[in-house]
């Protein structure tokens, strides 16, 4: 399975963007699927996260300004990203889980201007 992540790119702060990342095939009984990202000189950190029945987990930086959803129909899991800040530059990765495994990303770079 491989993941195709999009939507990055050069906003400014206080801009929104809109992340996709899609399944390259169908995919039954996705489990959960969430967005991480790595800021330059930082370890990668959990963004969000929703579950197969739609509860959703914030890192606490982006409560309030984030919104993970998925269309199950479509394999995607998208990150709406609103009131964005310098500190939210990074490059983003999704990750789905299929139990037992784990699939990733190749990540997509968002640049926050301030």
């Known amino acids: 399975v491989q993941l195709q992540a999009s939507g990055g790119g050069l906003v400014q702060a206080g801009g929104s963007l809109r992340l996709s990342c899609a399944a390259s095939?169908?995919?039954?009984?996705?489990?959960?699927m969430g967005w991480y990202r790595r800021a330059p000189g930082k370890l990668r950190e959990l963004v969000a996260t929703i579950s197969n029945g739609g509860i959703t987990n914030y890192a606490d930086s982006v409560k309030g300004r984030f919104t993970i959803s998925r269309d199950n129909a479509k394999n995607t899991v998208y990150l709406q990203m609103n009131s964005l800040k310098s500190e939210d530059t990074a490059v983003y990765y999704c990750?789905?889980?299929?139990?037992?495994?784990?699939?990733w990303g190749q990540g997509t770079e968002v640049t926050v201007s301030s």
């Open positions: 990750k789905i889980r299929v139990f037992p495994y784990e699939y």
């Open positions: 095939r169908n995919i039954f009984n996705i489990n959960d």
